[in-house]
């Protein structure tokens, strides 16, 4: 390496040499590979990596195969933005904040291989030992699987991967048996590289990859039976505990409906014909693998084997279901010539009208067999349908619908029927049971059939309209593909297509001509019913069952029944013999059910940076043009979110738009705009749209037709709309916007007079005031001088472009009235003036006394000094629809006058305090209403104004408004990070917290009264990321974190508080991860460890918690807080590092209250006792992500290490006798608690 440094460029600093010597030592710099693929640079005899250094880097040549330069600069916009190395940034931050290096490779994924820590970067690892261990680099290339089937690859030692990557993806091989490369490109029909293709676009778009057509038979049946079965028999990859418990539950758009199985608690027939005591559970049991990963058994985690029989079943699948966003069951109905089976379920919650839970029925009218599906003639009771036992079947059915739970759909109770195809002459008989509705129940309800074997046209039987029941009608034709994964039951016959072509199906359906209710299945597999000879379909997760549900969810918001409802209906709630139930197992946990509560709620996924796309109409510097500018500035500047910005059309402004972000122009042609929202939404997984002006209302379409939810900005006035013929898209707008937003009441029925009411699409909500205003003490002594006025001078200011619009012309005649009344006044226009206006009413007061009392200011940058040194502004429009200029004036205590209807500005001065209003062009009155203003005014009332019009038109809460808006499940976050001395960690401190996917409402540094160069690496790493943040450094150092902390709470504007430490790192998912689903008083991660050097020590603290057993956090969970006192707390802390936690705001500052200055005390244990406090408080909660999402520093010498023994033992004893007198423990966590206390001695050496 000393060669090296001598190839170094005359006068670089040392540092070169040592960034050189990190690649070199990192293992990521290939010199071979470099040298291969830059001819150029092996031609010039150049080191290979000194070149990279100085030149490659920038030229996007890559280090390694494995290190795509571009693609990480692309990705990770805040790096390219720095200007920083990409290689360097991922060896010291890159990978340690889970980025990956490419898009084939996933780092996670690598880890998770290894069972023992490694040594250095992952990344290095994996290129040292992928073929050694056959490491898999992702889960879509699988290295076993590559050197078994290209045994050719195996003998030449050569990187199976790299193989792939460069030759073999050209020779047709593939990279898993799961992955068939050349189908994925002939449906897809593509040119180019399919496995790249799929990486970087078709998994974000969920395309499908299908399996290959051959697999090798398992060698050892019963050991592959065994590895599977042993698969599902505990929580898998995916497992997740519900998130959304404790969330309010909010009425869905969509009414969800699950089908529900009463089949679950033994009943006389079902003895006699199964034998004694069967039910359900005795199919579900059953259940086998067949082949290499089929999911069966199935078996039930939260309800366990239940039994109907009991209502606290009932009641507790209830709740559940109405917890994860659903809006009733549909109980299948078993109704046979008279007789009624299974029904104790539904006449158990007819009985009990405190259980409340909407329901409905779905008739099984199908012959029951003993293969439960209608089709053999092994009847075990039939359905005959005669005529004497309609009346009684019709009263049966009444008993339901006079339940006030029955659903409804414009009154008319909804009944489905399973198979009117089966119903003898089912036209009159149908029209037969509607009469006897009307005349027996007064009821007139609506017959809807399930569209199942061939029967899928309502209107051939008289019915009403349609449900879907999948699989049916939806698996006709699709291939098994079970045979291809490997059998593990050679005798298996079933039939088991992939999940994603029943998806596929179900997606190409055509809206019908008749009303239909579309159904989804979060996975279906009848093994349980037919052992070895089953149905069912390969591949269904969460994820993908959240997609489809999503999709269903927005075509029944398109496609109401009946023009008023709308709904959709998963099969099912409990059909575990069918593999179909969203109650949760052991394998997924409740990850169906809280896919199901975000797809109902229209909650999106968390995967990578919160998007969002703004549109704005040109780039004219205008007002609408700099509201645009400013909201893009404050998303991702304040907020981190990753916007882009579409301009209908360009102007002197898109540089400064450029400047904040990604910035594309239509050039005026709407089918550009088009084609850009579809290049945005082909790449990312964007869902939200803020619209800016009426000019951008058909675009709306464009943005709703793409998928996006979208709300619009309108400013406009109903004349402005005339004016500029943009009635078209003030209705598209309407029409396509799922909120509206108008700065004031004023705008919005001036709107609505052009195209009609919006009911409750319109939201009011008066901008905030986005202008740095700079107020002075001084500035009325600091005005006068500037213009060369006396003190005595009565200044009256207006702004904008000087037109009739604006009342330019009132302006002027107010001037001269007010002129004849004293000659203190002079009236200042900031603007310039529209000629012909300049030509005709300034030419008019040349030479008169009026010319010098009135001044026309073309541009300034002093608008604060203006607009705080008058007297008064007077608003002299006669139509503006909320200016800025009118709350800039407010917020600097100024009093603003203005004339009626001139604007929704009128509003804010129905306020004495504000102003006044005076009859629209009353000259006259204008001025002695500015008169009035001016005797009346005084410091205490214009600091009243200031204080009231900054704490309404904050701007920050206008914008992250309009995005909660449009993610109305987003939370403010507020980060506050205590910095002391730590100069050499917070700037890659903040850098995680500005790489956070979820979007940050402040970020707030405390430094408290550094000695080191903290400051200015606080400043510069802000300013290079262009991040806003408060920095707040103290005049003395505290003395203690605790007090930072309780500072940080106190300035914490947002509803939950995450304490970032300077020298701890996160995930970027670390709030994400945190904040989703149940709501919390404190959240908090595992944590992954580091030395002072940044060395692992530890992926997890789970080695810390093993007195409570190998489980007790191996598995996110949620806890009333004083449990969680009494069964860990007690004992010891186990929530190891503040950083890792997140809280919520009110509580963090009750707990601070409640204990005082007693925190101060404590120089180890102050977290503990604090935590203690806060969860003892009833109704806390508290909730632990077992994912290691922090990175906790550990120093050597820290206040922890070097504190004196003694006083470390008895803090730790004092807390441990605090909780204890909180809540109640149990003797054998008394028991644990001392046995803590030993060990503390024996560590301290006090034993």
Not at 304 to 331: I, N, P, S, V
Not at 906 to 928: K, R
Request: glycine letters at 8%.
């Amino acid at each position: 390496m000393k060669d090296l440094f001598k190839l170094g460029r005359k006068g670089k600093a040392s540092s070169d040499s040592e960034n050189i010597l990190l690649i070199h030592e990192s293992g990521l710099f290939n010199e071979d590979w470099y040298k291969e693929s830059n001819p150029d640079v092996a031609e010039s005899g150049e080191s290979p990596l000194v070149h990279f250094y100085y030149h490659g880097f920038r030229e996007g040549r890559n280090p390694s195969y494995l290190f795509d330069i571009n693609w990480y600069l692309e990705t990770h916009s805040d790096v390219k933005q720095a200007g920083l190395n990409p290689l360097i940034h991922y060896i010291l931050h890159g990978e340690m904040e889970g980025r990956n290096p490419s898009p084939c490779v996933d780092i996670a994924y690598v880890r998770r291989q290894v069972a023992e820590p490694m040594e250095g970067l992952a990344l290095s690892y994996f290129y040292r030992h992928i073929a050694a261990e056959k490491l898999s680099p992702l889960p879509e290339f699988n290295t076993q699987y590559y050197l078994s089937a290209n045994p050719d690859v195996e003998e030449s030692g050569m990187d199976p991967y790299f193989h792939f990557l460069f030759q073999g993806i050209n020779e047709g091989r593939n990279p898993s048996q799961l992955f068939d490369i050349s189908k994925y490109k002939a449906e897809n029909s593509l040119s180019e590289n399919p496995f790249w293709h799929y990486l970087t676009v078709g998994k974000a778009k969920g395309l499908p990859i299908r399996p290959l057509h051959s697999a090798a038979p398992a060698q050892d049946g019963s050991l592959d039976l065994l590895t599977e079965i042993v698969r599902y028999r505990g929580p898998g990859e995916g497992y997740e505990d519900f998130q959304y418990k404790s969330r309010s539950r909010k009425a869905a758009k969509v009414k969800a409906l699950a089908y529900y199985l009463p089949q679950f608690h033994p009943f006389k027939e079902n003895s006699e014909w199964w034998g004694e005591g069967f039910t359900e559970w005795t199919n579900v049991t059953r259940g086998l693998p067949r082949f290499k990963g089929h999911y069966q058994p199935h078996l039930p985690r939260d309800l366990g084997y239940y039994d109907l029989r009991l209502k606290d079943t009932l009641q507790a699948q209830a709740e559940m279901a109405l917890a994860a966003g659903l809006h009733g069951f549909c109980f299948y109905h078993y109704w046979f010539n008279g007789k009624r089976l299974m029904d104790s379920p539904v006449n158990m919650l007819m009985e009990n009208p405190d259980i409340e839970l909407p329901f409905c029925i779905l008739w099984a009218n199908e012959n029951w067999t003993r293969t439960w599906d209608g089709l053999e003639n092994n009847i075990l009771i039939a359905q005959d349908y005669r005529d004497e036992d309609d009346e009684a079947f019709i009263r049966d059915l009444g008993r339901h619908f006079a339940d006030p739970r029955y659903i409804r759909v414009d009154g008319r109770p909804l009944f489905f029927i399973y198979r009117p195809g089966i119903i003898p002459d089912a036209v009159n008989r149908i029209e037969k049971w509607r009469k006897l509705s009307v005349e027996l129940l007064g009821e007139t309800p609506l017959f809807f059939m399930a569209q199942a074997f061939g029967d899928n046209d309502p209107s051939v039987f008289g019915m009403d309209g349609a449900v879907e029941f999948p699989p049916h009608k939806l698996a006709q034709g699709l291939d098994s593909k079970a045979q291809e994964l490997g059998l593990v039951d050679p005798g298996f016959t079933g039939h088991y297509p992939l999940y994603d072509e029943l998806v596929e199906r179900s997606l190409e359906v055509e809206k019908p001509n008749f009303d239909l209710i579309r159904a989804v299945t979060p996975s279906w597999d009848n093994e349980a019913r037919k052992p070895g000879r089953g149905m069912g379909f390969i591949d269904s997760t969460p994820e993908k069952y959240e997609r489809w549900l999503a999709s269903m969810v927005k075509y029944a918001e398109a496609n109401p029944i009946t023009g008023d409802e709308s709904f959709v209906v998963i099969n099912a709630w409990n059909e575990w013999a069918e593999g179909a139930h969203l109650e949760p197992d052991v394998y997924w946990g409740s990850a169906y059910l809280n896919a199901t509560y975000r797809a109902v709620h229209g909650l999106t996924r968390q995967e990578g940076k919160t998007k969002l796309v703004l549109v704005g109409h040109d780039a004219y510097k205008h007002g609408a043009q700099l509201l645009t500018l400013n909201i893009f500035k404050t998303l991702v500047q304040d907020f981190g979110i990753d916007v882009e910005l579409v301009l209908l059309d360009g102007g002197p402004l898109v540089e400064d738009y450029q400047k904040i972000g990604k910035t594309h122009v239509a050039h005026g042609d709407i089918a550009i705009f088009r084609d850009i929202v579809k290049e945005i939404t082909g790449r990312s997984s964007v869902a939200h749209a803020i619209c800016n002006t009426t000019v951008t209302g058909h675009c709306t379409e464009v943005l709703a037709e793409s998928g996006l939810k979208v709300i619009s900005l309108v400013h406009e006035l109903e004349t402005l709309i005339k004016e500029y013929a943009l009635e078209d898209r003030a209705k598209a707008i309407a029409d396509n916007a799922t909120s509206v937003v108008f700065a004031s009441s004023f705008v919005r029925d001036s709107f609505e007079r052009v195209v009609g009411s919006i009911g409750d699409k319109a939201v009011v909500k008066p901008q905030g005031i986005y202008q740095k205003l700079q107020p002075d003490s001084n500035s009325r002594k600091s005005l006068r001088k500037k213009l060369n006025l006396p003190a005595s001078a009565k200044i009256v200011v207006n702004a904008g472009f000087a037109d009739l619009r604006k009342g330019f012309d009132l302006f002027v005649n107010a001037a001269r009235a007010a002129l004849a009344k004293s000659t203190d006044y002079h009236f200042v226009w900031l603007g310039n003036v529209e000629p012909g206006l300049k030509n005709w009413i300034l030419r008019d007061i040349a030479g008169s006394d009026l010319e010098a009392h009135l001044h026309i200011v073309p541009f300034t940058n002093e608008i604060s000094l203006y607009l705080q040194g008058a007297d008064v502004f007077a608003m002299t429009s006669r139509e503006d629809p909320f200016p800025s200029v009118v709350l800039e004036s407010l917020a600097l205590g100024t009093p603003v006058v203005g004339f009626q209807n001139g604007g929704g500005f009128v509003e804010l001065l129905s306020d004495e305090t504000n102003g006044a209003v005076v009859p629209m062009g009353d000259v006259d009155a204008l001025v002695s209403a500015i008169e009035q203003q001016i005797a009346n005014d005084s410091e205490a009332r214009r600091t009243t104004r200031r204080a009231w019009a900054m704490g309404t038109f904050d701007w920050k809460d206008y914008v992250f408004g309009l995005v909660e808006m449009l993610m109305p499940e987003l939370r403010r976050v507020s980060v506050v990070v205590p910095n002391y001395n730590y100069e050499n960690h917070i700037g890659p401190r903040l850098e995680t917290i500005f790489a956070q996917n979820y979007p940050v409402y402040e970020v707030i540094v405390l430094d408290d009264k550094s000695s080191d160069d903290s400051v200015s690496v606080i400043e510069a790493t802000a300013d290079v990321h262009q991040r806003k943040i408060e920095l707040i450094v103290n005049d003395k150092n505290s003395g203690s974190v605790f007090r930072q902390w309780d500072k940080g709470a106190r300035l914490a504007k947002g509803e939950l508080l995450w304490i970032a430490e300077a020298d701890d790192l996160a995930s970027p998912d670390f709030i994400s991860e945190l904040v989703s689903g149940d709501d919390f008083d404190l959240a908090y991660s595992d944590s992954r460890q580091v030395d002072q050097n940044g060395a692992l020590l530890a992926e997890s603290y789970n080695y810390y918690f093993k007195e409570f057993g190998e489980s007790a956090f191996t598995h996110s969970f949620s806890m009333p807080g004083r449990n969680f006192l009494a069964e860990f707390l007690a004992v010891k802390n186990v929530i190891m590092n503040v950083s890792g936690v997140i809280f919520k705001t009110d509580s963090l500052c009750d707990a601070l209250d409640g204990i005082g200055d007693d925190l101060y005390e404590y120089s180890v244990a102050g977290d503990w006792f604090l935590y203690s406090e806060l969860l003892a408080k009833e109704n806390a909660q508290i909730k632990f992500c077992s994912k290691s999402l922090n990175t906790h520093r550990r120093h050597q010498g820290s206040v922890t290490h070097s504190l004196k023994a003694e006083k470390h033992f008895a803090e730790i004893f004092s807390v441990q006798q605090d909780v204890a007198s909180r809540v109640e423990v149990n003797s054998s966590i008394k028991k644990r608690a001392k046995l803590h206390l030993k060990d503390v001695k024996i560590h301290l050496n006090l034993a």
